[in-house]
């Protein structure tokens, strides 16, 4: 979703009048303030991907611990160690959509309230656009992956480290 809302900033709308009026071009303009949310969304999606990554040494680290000869496993320090390093990731990922998902929905709640009420708008600049409403679903799809991938890893962190 974030990719397609970065791509159709870019893109610019002709309106063809009736025969004989000149044509007028009318571009699409950017929404002021919604870049900073895509920023965080992409800060939230690198540290997604960092996140990824420790998921699959995880799972590495699972075959490993199939694997019936004891000097294989690998040690729970290290194990613990990843664990706690994905459990802040998600986090801090979480933290960074956070802050794109509020600087974008700021930006559509001023843009909001700047629209008369029943009237008909005639500046581009002042309609809200689907694209901006792109940007804060992606946020809010970035803030549920870093959720469920946090949630896993302290299931994990809790079931290796049980408090007695």
Known sequence: MLIFAISGRSFSQAVAPAPGVPVRTYTQATTPGIGISIFWGICGILALLFTLYL???????????????????????????????????????????????????????????????????????????????????ASMSGITAHFVGTVASLGLFNWLHPEL
């Open 55 to 137: 998921a699959f040494r995880l799972t590495r680290f699972a075959k490993r611990l199939c694997n019936p000869n004891p000097a294989l496993h690998p040690p729970k320090a290290e194990v613990m160690k990843v664990l706690r390093i994905a459990v802040i990731a998600g986090f801090v990922g979480m933290l960074l959509t956070i802050l794109g998902t509020g600087s974008g929905l700021g930006v559509l709640l001023s843009k909001s309230i700047a629209q008369p009420q029943g009237v008909a708008i005639y500046d581009p600049n002042r309609v809200i656009r689907s694209l901006d409403i792109f940007v804060a679903m």
